[in-house]
């Protein structure tokens, strides 16, 4: 299975932008890059997927490298709701496209 | 619409002992699937069903039991509880395709 590989932790001043990268060099060609996260005491909740563009929604976007072995999630401006561990997940294609989660990045968000 | 939904919220239970999580879904999707969260940790696969009547194993499915008998609900059954299984469990559903997967709430168990 194609595993992601995320710095541990990650700090940010509130309102400031954040980017949370993900290394995933053995991607297969038809591996969806998936992005959750999990807020305290919750269970993880989506944030974004893409396979090899770029990719924007209300919560936040997913930059793509061109050769698709590492992505970027991007939160334009970070509030205190965004302290999470954030996930980037490649979708596991044998096990009927469930998700496989590694340890993720914890971000911390200072006001 | 309630989503996905477990119960109970929290449960204690001795070593031995056997006992059933609940999840049931209202968004009428195909997939669902089990994960347990060890403290500090991400989640981990434990089984999972592409549709009424089908289950398969995940990443760690020894001493779980499931099945899915409709389209709407999918137990995890502990079959003889050790305190290895004190974790938090949820329980997710999506629809084919890439998109996204809806997670439950969780359930908190111990087992002493």
């Known amino acids: 299975d194609a595993k992601t590989t995320q710095p541990n932790s990650m700090e940010s001043n509130e309102e400031e932008p954040v980017h949370l990268p993900c290394n995933h060099s053995?991607?297969?060609?038809?591996?969806?890059i998936h992005w959750y996260r999990q807020l305290p005491s919750q269970g993880p909740e989506y944030v974004i997927h893409?396979?090899?563009s770029n990719v924007n929604n209300r919560m936040a976007s997913l930059a793509i490298a061109e050769d698709r072995k590492s992505s970027t999630l991007i939160l334009h401006r970070a509030t205190l709701r965004d302290a999470a561990v954030y996930y980037c997940?490649?979708?596991?294609?044998?096990?009927?496209?469930?998700?496989?989660f590694g340890g993720g990045t914890r971000l911390m968000v200072k006001p | 619409n309630a989503g996905v939904t477990q119960t109970p919220k929290f449960q204690v239970l001795k070593t031995g002992q056997s006992m059933t999580l609940q999840c049931a879904q209202d968004?009428?999707?195909?997939?669902m699937s089990w994960y347990r969260q060890d403290p500090g940790m991400g989640l981990r696969l434990i089984h999972y069903?592409?549709?009424?009547?089908?289950?398969d194993q995940g990443e760690v499915p020894n001493g779980y039991n499931v099945s899915r008998s409709t389209t709407e609900d999918f137990p995890l059954r502990l079959l003889s509880a050790a305190p290895s299984q004190t974790s938090v469990y949820f329980c997710?559903?999506?629809?084919?395709?890439?998109?996204?997967?809806?997670f439950g709430p969780g359930t908190r168990l111990t087992v002493l």
């Open positions: 053995t991607i297969s060609g038809t591996d969806y």
């Open positions: 997940i490649l979708r596991d294609r044998g096990a009927g496209n469930m998700l496989t």
């Open positions: 997710a559903t999506k629809d084919r395709g890439p998109g996204e997967q809806f």
């Open positions: 893409g396979l090899t």
């Open positions: 069903s592409v549709g009424a009547g089908i289950t």
């Open positions: 968004m009428n999707h195909e997939y």
